[in-house]
């Protein structure tokens, strides 16, 4: 029964691994217990990036990056372009629920302690990611050239110049000049399309290596269970049984990703003009909100120092400590870990009241 | 996440022995099928780049007549592609399309030849637009001129 398939599979299997990877995938295994749902949160966040990928890709064919043609070309996706809107609401939906599921598998690797010994690197390569994740969201967020992407972008730009002696060359770095123009729209147009997606591709690949490397945690109450008990450890195969109930839980999300684009179409604004007030009420993308609107309730001078200094100092060790978080967790001499749960707690809270806070507020 | 309790009954039928098995693997795959072609049609469509506006009826101001001498001619903006209004030597305005009809060049009018000529691949065509000689194969779609006052008209023939 050698037939001409048989033949090019025998072909390529002399010249490609295809076997000894089928080998694996049959043999890797994925553990399953109570908080087994919460792994999901991570594929999740991968698939909307491939959905940012896809449709990013899509908007290049016509999105024109320019002051002058930059708010007309995503006008002429939007009211020209055969489901032009349907592919933009689903990149700008897609992008917001991608942020948002970074978040939550962060906090739920953090909650579930995932990130101990030996999967440190797996945790700071996931928390350079959501970085990146928050960089292109800011990025992308100019590129319509609308009134609020405009002032966002200059706010946005302003905060880090406030930092003393590198300030200054960073925000003309973003900026590619002294105010907010054409030059800044190409520059993050540029980082958008071309340094973000290189860093991101490196970094995710990192990512999954290491998960592969290491196989997936179990919560350290499960694993002490299962040691004590043997009999109790259960396990699924990651082909097809994991795969599948992870597409699964894929083709709904991009059913959802369809009609919440569908039913709520995102918005393009009025064409950006640099020399109009900025509009009452202007606010950033809701995950930067939380900062918005910390430094907006910082009095100017907190003990005789700058209250927008302090804020940013802040948000700065928060970030480093996010980034080493699995370097300060130790059981001996402190019981840290209860510590950083506690921690972890008080900030997820410190996010939802401010962003609440930053959205009712006029 | 634990086994089905009738997969040792099922294991002892082939698939195809089950008809409500059958009946749910249809359902179940034509609906994605349905699903998944419902997502890449949209995509398809985006693919295909809209038609820009057409000019329709309207007129297109090809020149003023202070700009016109006899045989000459003018290369203007007519919509999205350039036309081409040439005044022969009798003073009368001739109007058409200056997409040469074989692979797309721009024409001109040649004075010396008293016919518009390709540079691309040396067509011909003479000055009510029809081929005359070298590749191209369909004349060159004339318009209809209309002069008011100093300025001269130029206008898809609208169908009889």
Partial sequence: MAGPVASVRAWFDERFPLDDLKALAQKKKVPVHRYSYWYFLGGMT????????????????????????????????????????????????????????????????????????????????????????????????????????????????????????????????????????????????????????????????????????????????????????????????????????????????????GALAALFPWGLGVKADPFASAPAGIKPEWYFLFMFQTLKVIPAKVLGMDGEMLGILAFGVVGAVALLLPFLDREKPFKTRRWITGLACVFLGYMAVMTVDGWVAK | MSSAPDTSAAAKLAPADLPRRRFVNILLGTGLLASAASFLYPVLRYLVPPKLPDLGGDAVLAARLSEMKPNTAKTFRFGTRPGLLVETSAGEYRAMSATCTHLGCTVQYRPDLREIWCACHNGMYDLNGRNISGPPPRPLEAFEVQVRGDEIFVRRKQEA
């Fill in chain 1, 46 to 257: 991968l698939f909307l990036f491939g959905v940012q990928v896809l449709t990013g890709a899509l908007l290049l064919l016509y999105y024109r990056p320019g002051a002058d043609e930059a708010f007309e070309s995503v006008q002429f996706i939007m009211t020209q372009v055969q489901f032009g809107w349907l592919i933009r609401s689903v990149h700008s939906w897609s992008a917001n629920l991608l942020v948002f599921m970074a978040f939550a598998h962060l906090f739920s690797v953090l909650f579930l302690r995932s990130y101990r010994k030996p999967r440190e690197l797996t945790w700071v390569s996931g928390v350079l990611l959501l970085f990146l994740m928050l960089g292109f969201g800011f990025s992308g967020y100019l590129l319509p050239w609308n009134t609020l992407s405009y002032f966002a972008t200059k706010v946005g730009t302003e905060i880090p110049a406030q930092i003393p002696i590198i300030g200054r060359p960073v925000l003309l770095f973003l900026r590619g000049g002294e105010d907010i123009t054409g030059s800044t729209l190409t520059r993050l147009y540029g980082f958008h399309i071309a340094i973000l997606p290189a860093l991101a591709t490196v970094l995710i690949g990192v990512h999954l290596a290491l998960i592969q490397w290491f196989g997936m945690s179990v919560p350290p109450g499960v694993e002490a269970k299962w040691q004590a008990i043997p009999e109790d450890r259960k396990e699924i195969r990651f082909f097809p049984n994991f795969v599948l109930r992870e597409l699964m839980a894929w083709y709904v999300a991009l059913g959802l990703l």
